[in-house]
């Protein structure tokens, strides 16, 4: 039984019984009772006072006699003002729980072949280091974000962007070129993409050693310290050798290719490693080495049609100043691309590869602006969804102890953070004395579960518009809004059903809930408009706090009623259905998340 449908069409008909009026459904406007007020939902009465020109207290009291008569959802009323307090018919509220229990993914739609298709891009690493701290929120959100979108009846698919060229690229080449004396994964016995990364690291070392050595020259010189610095920077042999190395890339350079696609399978699997750990995978990778020259060559289109302009060494720019904006580069002087023409070459395969309706891209908020321009971009150059691009914009993840900076290699990097989350939540599980009765791979699975579980809803219960900082001790609580609290308590409520031997009595039909289950049922019709907002406010941290509260919320009623020792053989088996349905809805929920549940703790 939809309560709120219900009440909704008997107001509607209330309203035309007694004043003569047909009005809007949305007038009709109804919300949680307030605490300390004797009901369970309130009817709020201003907007039908222009239809009975009464006062407030009439009008509610009108309605309210009106809807007991003839609205079998509504037991008692009581009128306060401008606000009428419903009381639910205890018979509404089993029909409630029926629903629920009928449907085994209660508040979630499923799409069909006419559903919306959205793509939603997350990840984006480069080749030249391994995913870190920042990479997971990313990932995490990303793929929250999918499944909260399918849970709202769209067709989604998921996809990466590979940063596999450019400068950074060939930084880690050129240094293992010079020092690596032909290492490889196996040789070293390290990750793929870990190997590359200290590359990177120690180019940046020696790029820093040449140009502190360069800077104290030109001052010598009598250059200004600001002056010295950058053109040090600029006339690095490193760096300069680093370009060198870029354009013969782009040349297509055999020797540079070979080594260059070596490399980048070396960290591909890494990648795929740390992907599979955090639970995440895509339906489409594409790579910025076939992107850029689709872009480069609707950059071409562009300009022959008028929509961009070349200056006189040959670069092509965009105009945006009549959008407020300014001159945006597209491609260099010397022919090669930038970030925003390898977008605008992505965008081009992607709506060639699937009829897009909407395109969302997670990527941190110091990209803002690039994406705004891009909005423009692909609307100017036609594009049906350029216009309507979602650029879902997080904030950065900071640690007790500062920022991460990749180039000097003190990144929390993403596979020591997962194993670092695996091994304290061993840790937590054996001293609480939770795991004695389990085998050595249970307890290793249920540690895998939990530590991943507390690492992804610590970053997912923050809005994701926010700077968070991350604290790994907070994470892995058992206590409080942390996931470990959420699934200890799903494996609580499975072994409560399984102590009740699976055989569940069915419900009286004229059981009458009491307030504490009321609200639990109120809870979980919730989940419908909490999917909702989450899917239209593209807002992962409103499942997790919606968990969060009916998780604390369970916990209250099991504080205060005994299931399984219920007074009666009808609130047992009404307490078992609840609790079941409350696990569902955890399970559910924390699957939106990414989030495993274990059976067992």
């Known amino acids: 039984m939809n309560i709120e449908k219900e009440i909704n069409s008997s107001v509607l008909a209330a309203v035309k019984e007694l004043y003569g009026q047909d009005v809007p459904k949305k007038m009709v406007q109804l919300q949680k009772t307030r605490p300390g007020f004797e009901g369970n939902l309130t009817l709020v009465v201003f907007p039908f006072l222009k239809m009975s020109h009464k006062k407030p207290q009439d009008t509610a009291q009108e309605l309210g006699e009106e809807l007991m008569s003839h609205c079998k959802a509504v037991s008692a009323f009581n009128a306060v003002g401008g606000f009428l307090n419903l009381v639910i018919a205890p018979e509404a509220w089993l029909g409630l729980l029926d629903d629920i229990d009928r449907d ?54 998921k996809t990466n962007i590979v940063n596999d060229r450019g400068i950074h690229i060939m930084k880690s080449m050129l240094a293992w070129m010079k020092w690596g004396n032909g290492c490889t994964p196996e040789s070293t016995g390290k990750k793929g ?72 399978a070396w960290v591909y699997k890494g990648f795929d490693e740390t992907y599979k750990a955090l639970g995440v995978s895509f339906d489409k990778i594409y790579y910025e080495s076939n992107t850029y020259l689709v872009g480069k060559n609707k950059v071409m289109e562009g300009l022959k049609r008028g929509l961009f302009y070349q200056k006189e060494d040959g670069s092509i720019w965009a105009d945006l100043t009549g959008e407020g904006l300014d001159q945006k580069l597209l491609i260099r002087a010397d022919g090669t691309t930038v970030y925003m023409t390898q977008d605008i070459g992505t965008a081009e395969m992607r709506f060639s590869d699937y009829p897009i309706d909407k395109m969302i891209y997670v990527v941190g908020n110091e990209q803002n602006y690039h994406f705004q321009v891009l909005s423009l971009l692909l609307d100017r150059l036609g594009f049906k969804w350029g216009k309507d691009l979602v650029h879902f914009s997080y904030g950065m993840v900071e640690l007790p102890n500062g920022k991460m900076k990749s180039r000097e290699g003190t990144v929390v990097d993403a596979d020591d953070l997962v194993a670092e989350m695996i091994s304290d939540a ?27 579980g507390a690492l992804k809803y610590f970053i997912l219960k923050v809005d994701a518009r926010k700077n968070m900082l991350f604290n790994p001790a907070e994470s892995i609580d058992f206590n409080g809004n942390t996931g470990p609290f959420i699934q200890y308590t799903y494996a609580r409520i499975q072994s409560i059903l399984r102590k009740s031997g699976g055989c569940e009595t069915p419900v009286e039909t004229s059981y009458a809930p009491n307030v504490k289950e009321v609200e639990l049922i109120q809870k979980l019709d919730a989940f419908k408009a909490a999917v909702a907002d989450a899917g239209q406010n593209y807002n992962p941290a409103g499942i997790a706090n919606y968990t969060y509260e009916l998780t604390k919320l369970f916990n209250q009623f099991y504080h205060d009623y005994s299931i399984l020792s219920a007074d009666t053989d009808a609130e047992k088996a009404f307490r078992l259905k609840l609790a079941r349905n409350v696990g569902k809805t955890i399970k559910n929920a924390m699957e939106l998340l990414g989030i495993e549940v274990p059976e067992r703790m």
């Open 104 to 157: 085994p993914h209660y508040g979630e739609r499923a799409a069909t072949e006419s559903s919306p298709l959205v793509m939603v891009e997350y990840s984006s690493p480069n080749t030249n280091k391994p995913l870190h701290l920042g990479h997971v929120r990313n990932n995490l959100l990303g793929w929250s974000l999918a499944k909260i979108l399918e849970a709202n009846g769209n067709r989604v698919v």
């Open 426 to 452: 061993r840790k937590t599980s054996e001293e609480h004395g939770q795991s004695k009765e389990f085998s050595e791979a249970e307890k290793q699975e249920i540690a895998r579960i939990v530590g991943l």
């Open 193 to 264: 993409d870990h190997l590359i990364g200290d590359f990177y690291v120690l180019f940046d070392k020696h790029y820093k050693e040449e140009c502190a050595e360069l800077e104290k020259k030109f001052m010598a010189d009598g250059m200004s310290e600001d002056d010295a610095k950058k053109k040090a920077e600029q006339e690095a042999p490193l760096i300069r050798q680093a370009h060198h190395m870029l354009v013969k890339w782009e040349a297509g350079d055999k020797e540079t290719r070979d080594l260059w696609a070596k490399m980048n």
